[in-house]
Nanobody, 119 residues
Framework: QVQLVESGGGLVQAGGSLRLSCAAS????????MGWFRQAPGKEREFLAS????????YYADSVKGRFTISRDNAKNTVYLQMNSLKPEDTAVYYC????????????WGQGTQVTVSS
């Protein structure tokens, strides 16, 4: 069973930066892709960024393009989300998710990490 554990969330002032990490365990194959999502209170879950595991191709939502960067370390089975120029509206619970090889949906999810940006 795949397990994803996020870390790196916290409280930061507007304009600051945070780097989130997501460590994957329990699988013996390469994922198709890994993604980052967030959900703010009263809002639907929002896609932020994804990266294909083998080629490293990246995709971003317009809301974070140019501010957030997704990357991966295949050897450590870890994906990162570097978040710069944070805004109060970035406050949310951030989740990582895994799309298994050969699939088109994110089937595995972490427990989430809280990011709070103060103004």
């Amino acid at each position: 069973q795949v397990q994803l554990v996020e870390s790196g969330g916290g409280l930061v002032q507007a304009g600051g930066s945070l780097r989130l990490s997501c460590a994957a365990s329990g699988r013996t194959y390469s994922a198709e892709a890994m993604g980052w999502f967030r959900q703010a209170p009263g809002k639907e879950r929002e896609f932020l960024a994804s990266i294909t595991w083998r080629a490293g191709n990246t995709y971003y939502a317009d809301s974070v393009k140019g501010r957030f960067t997704i990357s991966r370390d295949n050897a450590k089975n870890t994906v990162y989300l570097q978040m710069n120029s944070l805004k109060p509206e970035d406050t949310a619970v951030y989740y990582c998710a895994e799309m298994p090889r050969g699939y088109s949906n994110y089937d595995y999810w972490g427990q989430g990490t809280q990011v709070t940006v103060s103004s």
